[in-house]
């Protein structure tokens, strides 16, 4: 039983598919599979159920992957302590699409310079799957935005971050010398997906106002929603950090007036796996380079 065999069973049960964990993993299907038979062959019992659409652990197989992960993660952790110099070694970020494109490049150009030896690899996720992934020790850290809901999650935050209202260039509403929430209900609105949370952070900030938008467009990209926009397809609302960037003269920014909506920006961690130095020391540049804007930083940990 080798280490890379149960790295690949793990995987496995996470797709709950041989096709989607061997592209994850970079191997060919039949090489997979041929690892999976040798460890059910050396267990005596099958771990996967085959069935059409998928493959489900079967209850010996539910039983072994707990302890496999408990016992890789073990292990991850005691190799990260052993080599644990605070200046090299590699940190793997996770960040919700709307962050991402405006925040991050910046971070981790600046982190470098201070850190030339270390490697960020930067997974970018919906905020559901970022927490699984720290929650199974696959991620160090994650940059998200409120609320989270998860179980056992170090949560500190960075900066809190206003909504703006994006439109057409020419919009009624541009017009306006002040624009409140309540104006836009009737026009209809681009929005994300379910999936991610700056839907949710803008459909409760609508309830609470009486607000009900009129959503005809949804899309799983932010850049989407800002092409959308200029091609008069609706109004959305956005992170204040996607305007810094937008130089196209088909769309105009406005802050609302009144309580203005606005987003908090967090960095999350699991406490129960080992923290290194070097993550220690990215938690620290992000309090040191946000920390100042919106409220002072603070630290929860939130259960389901």
């Not at 949370?197 to 900030?205: E, G, T």
């Not at 105009?252 to 908090?264: A, C, H, I, N």
Request: glycine share 4%; hydrophobic share 40%; with cysteine.
């Amino acid at each position: 039983m080798e280490l890379s065999q149960l790295r690949c069973l793990l995987k496995i049960a996470e797709h709950q598919s041989i096709t989607r964990a061997a592209d994850e993993l970079g191997m060919s299907q039949p090489a997979l599979s041929r690892s999976l038979q040798r460890l059910e062959e050396e267990l005596g019992r099958p771990l996967f159920e085959r069935q059409t659409r998928q493959m489900v652990l079967t209850e010996a197989g539910s039983l072994f992957v707990s302890r496999v992960r408990f016992a890789l993660s073990i292990l991850d952790d005691t190799q990260n302590e052993i080599n644990d110099d605070g200046r090299s070694g590699r940190l793997r970020l996770g960040v919700i699409p709307t962050i991402t494109p405006y925040f991050v490049p910046r971070v981790l150009q600046d982190f470098s310079k201070s850190f030339p030896q270390a490697t960020v690899i930067v997974q970018e996720e919906v905020t559901h799957q970022l927490l699984q992934r720290l929650s199974q020790g696959e991620l160090d850290l994650a940059i998200m935005a409120l609320p989270i809901n998860a179980k056992y999650v170090e949560i500190e935050e960075l900066f809190v971050e206003e909504l703006l209202l994006v439109m057409p260039t020419g919009h009624l509403l541009a017009e306006r010398k002040a624009i409140r929430l309540q104006d836009t209900q009737d026009y209809p609105f681009v929005m994300l997906d379910e999936a991610h949370c700056l839907s949710d952070n803008i459909l409760s900030i609508c309830r609470q106002r009486s607000v009900q938008p009129v959503t005809i467009e949804k899309t799983s990209q932010l850049t989407t929603v800002l092409e959308l926009v200029a091609l008069n397809h609706g109004i959305s609302l956005v992170p204040e950090m996607a305007r810094i960037t937008d130089n196209s003269p088909q769309r105009v920014y406005r802050s609302l007036s009144g309580d203005k909506p606005q987003r908090t920006i967090v960095v999350a961690w699991n406490p129960y796996r080992y923290e290194s130095k070097l993550q220690k020391a990215f938690v620290d540049y992000l309090r040191r380079s946000k920390g100042s804007r919106g409220n002072a930083p603070t630290r929860s940990r939130a259960r389901k």
